[in-house]
């Protein structure tokens, strides 16, 4: 968490000694001459030679966790043109693997909430190879309740953890 | 005046804590027996002289199981029963009376002991227990067995064994300990998860699972060795292990067919063959006694239940109903109940049913009670718990009227599980 805030900190200080507009996303610097036209005010599609869309903060690829009601396994709706976008992403890219990681709030029992963590990691499963993803460079695991991001008896902590983890491999 | 009893009880056990060199757990009782026996246990002559006192291992586990009143023996201090004067006893209110001597020779220790019938006046027990210098505990505790079993009829569990998982930030460490809580054993400690410990019938090895390849893996390691195999390491999850009575199969929850389904495996983990068909979450297998049966969990109705079916296969039977969700059942060593953790409105409670009448009662007041299991003489159920913040172990006696609270040092302790006899 704490390398999370500083490199968001870092990031910042790096925008701002930039002086530029904030609506683009950080560039880097070996990027081709397209980086020096205008500032414009339509967002900028994706370079895709100069930034993978995985690093790229504000694509919608930048969502690596899909969230869930409790007792519920199912990708809600506001969750599904995420994966989808992971599927298409996957399919673009074949040398890409990825982990997912289903989690759970505590209202279970320990194997209980394991088995209901593998469910959710094998429903995201599932939706990415219809999207497009070889089952080859997926892997679903669980966690149950063993890993929570938020340890309190309340709906704020367990709300968190109800969720599947994108884990890309680098 | 209960509560002025208890803090005392608390008070007295907190000293005995600190004096206690090695001690990781601190205990607190609340409740007591129907009708509570009055014993008086008059340290053993020599108790002083050895490095530990039995006197302390005696009185505390007999007052631990809540069912005796320890009557003081201050003033009196006979070691033979030619010096007992019974009036002397009779008047503090004793029924039962415990006199002994102790002797150190060649790194042995032997401990004489009688108990005595204060108002029959005649002599119940007359035994000489023995070990090695460093076994004094084990002493104390098979002295209290004995104790127990002969005013009680009842079989004593001083000289058990428990087994939990303490968890500490990220630091996951897998904990045998004499059911008191001394001796701890460390089995495994790292920085991935464990859950699930499970005894052998004979108590010599654990099964558990563990994250540390990055996914639930079943493991079985023996306690005397250390020495510990996979025992299933499928894709998805591996998890729920679990020992029939006579050591000669196991069951276990595999997803690697798609959803968690329950298997039976031999016990090295070979020869796998797939028992529940539900496409539901089934877990948390518990063979009968008999091991003819099989308790487990299961959403397949829509919530997660108690359910029932053959070993060698057949209907299954749906055991829980009625509002809320249940989860974790383990059979009773009679095998005429079971124990789970019923969990509803918010509030989990440890529950036990009755396996003829089909009745539920609920044996705890409810907050986060879960994953219990019974003693082996089936008097008293350990589970996981919380107090002051903490994850804790408590027990709780069959008929609900005694339970204990078991503070770890440090961390917070969970799914903790009895051992057999030894």
Excluded at chain 1, 18 to 30: H, I, L, N, Q, Y
Excluded at chain 2, 104 to 115: C, K, T
Excluded at chain 2, 248 to 271: C, E, F, N
């Amino acid at each position: 968490m704490k390398k999370l805030i500083i490199s968001i900190v870092l990031v910042n200080f790096l925008a701002a000694c930039a002086s530029e507009p904030k609506k683009e996303p950080v560039a880097d610097a070996s990027a081709p001459v397209v980086k020096a036209e205008a500032p414009k005010t339509a967002p900028v599609t994706p370079a895709k030679a100069a930034v993978d869309a995985l690093d790229d903060p504000s694509s919608i690829l930048a969502k690596r966790s899909v969230y869930y009601p409790f007792d519920v396994s199912v990708v809600q709706d506001e969750d599904k043109p995420a994966v989808q976008a992971h599927a298409k992403y996957l399919s673009e890219h074949a040398n890409r693997t990825v982990r997912l990681e289903g989690n759970c709030d505590e209202r279970g029992s320990n194997e209980y909430n394991l088995g209901l963590g593998q469910r959710r990691a094998d429903g995201v499963k599932k939706m990415l190879e219809l999207g497009g993803a070889k089952a080859s460079q997926l892997e679903s695991v669980s966690y149950g309740e063993e890993k929570p991001r938020a340890t309190g008896h309340d709906e704020a902590s367990w709300s968190q953890n109800r969720r599947t983890d994108l884990n890309y491999a680098r | 005046m209960v509560r002025r009893i208890l803090q005392g009880v608390v008070g007295l056990l907190l000293l005995a804590q600190v004096s206690m060199a090695g001690a990781v757990l601190s205990i607190e009782i609340i409740g007591a027996g129907e009708h509570q026996i009055p014993v008086s246990i008059v340290p053993f002559g020599g108790d002083e002289e050895i490095a530990q006192s039995i006197n302390e291992v005696v009185t505390g586990d007999l007052r631990r199981s809540g069912l005796f009143r320890l009557v003081d023996p201050t003033g009196k201090s006979p070691h033979q029963p030619a010096e007992v004067s019974y009036p002397d006893w009779e008047v503090r209110g004793a029924e039962a009376l415990v006199i002994g001597m102790v002797a150190v020779q060649d790194g042995r220790i032997e401990a004489r002991f009688r108990l005595l019938d204060v108002v029959k006046q005649t002599e119940l027990i007359g035994q000489a227990v023995s070990a090695r210098e460093n076994q004094i505990r084990a002493i104390g505790h098979r002295i209290a067995d004995m104790i127990y079993e002969k005013l009680t009829g009842d079989q004593g569990v001083f000289s058990t064994r428990i087994a939990y998982v303490n968890r500490q930030e990220k630091k996951s460490s897998l904990i045998v300990a004499d059911s008191d809580g001394h001796n701890e054993q460390i089995v495994l400690t790292q920085n991935e998860p464990i859950m699930s410990p499970a005894w052998s019938p004979d108590g010599s090895q654990l099964a558990y699972v563990s994250f540390e390849t990055g996914h639930a893996v079943v493991y079985m390691q023996s306690l005397y060795s250390n020495r510990r195999v996979v025992l299933a390491n499928f894709r998805g999850s591996n998890s729920a292990p679990t020992w029939s009575p006579d050591g000669k199969q196991m069951a276990l929850v595999l997803t690697r067919d798609g959803s968690s389904q329950i298997y039976l495996s031999r016990p090295d983990g070979s020869d796998i063959r797939r028992i529940t068909f539900s496409g539901a979450i089934d877990t948390e297998p518990h063979f009968s006694p008999d091991g003819q049966y099989l308790l487990f969990t299961s959403d397949r109705g829509g919530s997660p239940q108690i359910y029932r079916m053959p070993v060698k296969g057949g209907s299954t039977e749906r055991l829980t109903f009625g509002e809320g969700s249940n989860f974790s059942p383990q059979h009773s060593p009679d095998g005429k109940s079971f124990v789970f953790a019923h969990l509803n409105k918010g509030r989990f409670y440890v529950a036990m049913q009755d396996f003829q009448t089909g009745q539920m009662s609920l044996l705890t007041e409810g907050g986060w009670e879960k994953n219990p299991s019974f003693a082996p003489n089936g008097k008293l159920i350990l589970f996981a718990s919380e107090a002051r913040g903490r994850g804790i172990l408590a027990t709780v006696s069959s008929d609900g009227r005694v339970m204990q609270h078991m503070f770890t040092q440090s961390g917070d302790a969970r799914e903790p599980v009895w051992g057999p006899y030894p």
